[in-house]
């Protein structure tokens, strides 16, 4: 049920544009997603034109999962100082410096190559982490009697503009070169600075405003747990497409039609997912999740040709739902970390990308270098390396299957508000699990 454009709207802090600003908060996230499509795309050619080992292409890569969790850190303090406004006007301007920045890598003197390209996906990745913390507590401010439900949808656009970054990279890399690849990314970001030009932005009312509390409420189990499940599902999430270019080039799939494909069929899930959330509530959702990204992942790394699409598919089904999901479940059942909470989860997420990200480099590496001493080379020690290194990123949903059993059960004991009850009940808002 969606709240009309009436003086109750106003007064609960839903400005009557929200639609356009939810438009705006989508392409905002579109730019987001394509800079790690193209980034993946064009992975292997920045190695080979800058020089960069395995490791320091993990470190460039680690730069926008750095830049992200200080973003959203910085965020969710000053969300209710500042609001969103202001912190989609400082994404605008981070994602175009990180953009020009990375075009001219190889030309900004002694900073050229490895550094300037350290310096520039760092700015893009505080960008993407600005439209994260803005974003996630503005949907749910606007749409207070779905939060779960709008999230989802609002993240249907990061694996929707991972489709079309990673579609523009097949088929047009060839054509346009790494640096024409990345200037098609200027195109969605001057359309959300139009779309948010001049706005009116919603009060924070959905969530707790009340910084001091936000940060005392950071302190409880509930929350702490879910940031630790929330490092190993965007570790699941990120470091298979991130590094799709490198694990899976030689496995005879095409490894931007398998990114496409994933995030395609994401896409399409978190459109649909209210009445699945609703049905089986986050915490079975979350479950499921992580039961189907253990056996796509096993897939992808066992299966070689035209078998590796339907991996994909499977891998795809698992990480759907992990992102949004997670960030509803704190506006939900834990509302009084406000939007620090939902931005310190983002954010520990891509932190952990920091860590694993030039790790899983390394694993690439030595499992290539063990390959050649066994006797392959070329396209079969590639595979061998791809698989070896997917084998053991395997562990990540293993844990989380263990973690979310645990919090299944949990959950089921805690009393909930049913979701009706709380959309005709606006008082019922403030108890956790009643926005589902």
Not at 30 to 41: K, L
Not at 125 to 138: D, L, Q, R, T, Y
Not at 231 to 254: D, H, M, P, R
Request: hydrophobic letters at 55%; one cysteine or more; charged letters at 10%.
């Amino acid at each position: 049920m969606y709240v009309d454009s009436t003086q109750a709207a106003a007064a609960a802090g839903i400005p009557a544009n929200r639609d356009r600003l939810f438009l705006a908060a989508c392409v905002s996230l579109v730019v987001t997603s394509m800079t790690f499509a193209i980034r993946a795309g064009i992975l292997t050619e920045l190695g080979t034109t800058f020089a960069l080992t395995g490791p320091q292409l993990g470190w460039v890569n680690s730069m926008a999962f750095l830049g992200f969790p200080i973003a959203m850190i910085i965020g969710g303090l000053l969300y209710n100082s500042i609001g969103p406004r202001n912190m989609l006007w400082t994404a605008f301007i981070c994602h175009l410096l990180g953009l020009v920045l990375t075009i001219f890598a190889g030309d900004i003197g002694p900073l050229s190559g490895f550094w300037g390209l350290m310096i520039s996906t760092f700015f893009i990745g505080f960008a993407n982490g600005a439209v994260e913390a803005a974003c996630n507590p503005m949907v749910a401010d606007m749409y207070p009697e779905k939060k779960t439900q709008m999230l989802n949808k609002f993240h249907v656009w990061f694996p929707g503009g991972i489709v079309i970054g990673s579609l523009i990279a097949n088929f047009f890399g060839d054509a346009l070169g790494w640096q024409g690849l990345i200037a098609t990314m200027f195109i969605p970001t001057f359309l959300y600075a139009f779309l948010i030009f001049g706005q009116e932005f919603p009060r924070s009312n959905a969530i707790s405003k009340d910084t001091g509390e936000n940060i005392r409420s950071l302190a409880t189990p509930l929350f702490l747990f879910i940031v630790l499940c929330m490092t190993l599902t965007a570790t699941t999430e990120f470091s298979t497409t991130q590094w799709v270019e490198k694990i899976l080039g030689a496995s005879g799939a095409s490894p931007m039609i398998v990114l496409a494909l994933v995030t395609g069929l994401m896409a399409v899930g978190r459109f649909f997912a209210g009445p699945i959330v609703h049905n089986l509530n986050p915490t079975g959702v979350l479950l499921i999740s992580a039961v189907l990204s253990t056996i796509g992942i096993y897939l992808l790394s066992t299966l070689t040709g035209g078998a590796v699409y339907f991996g994909a598919i499977v891998f795809a089904l698992g990480i759907c739902y992990f992102w949004p999901t997670m960030i509803g479940f704190v506006g939900e059942y834990i509302p009084q970390t406000g939007a620090l909470g939902m931005s310190l989860v983002g954010g520990a997420g891509m932190f952990a990308l920091v860590i694993w990200n030039p790790i899983i480099g390394g694993w690439l590496d030595d499992a290539r270098a063990t390959a050649e001493t066994a006797g392959a080379i070329g396209a079969e020690a590639d595979i061998i390396a791809g698989q070896a290194t997917l084998s053991t990123m395997m562990w990540f949903p293993i844990i989380l299957v263990v973690l979310f059993t645990g919090l299944y059960f949990y959950m089921r004991n805690r009393h909930q508000v049913p979701a009706d009850e709380a959309v005709l009940n606006p008082d019922a808002m403030s108890t956790p699990g009643s926005a589902r």
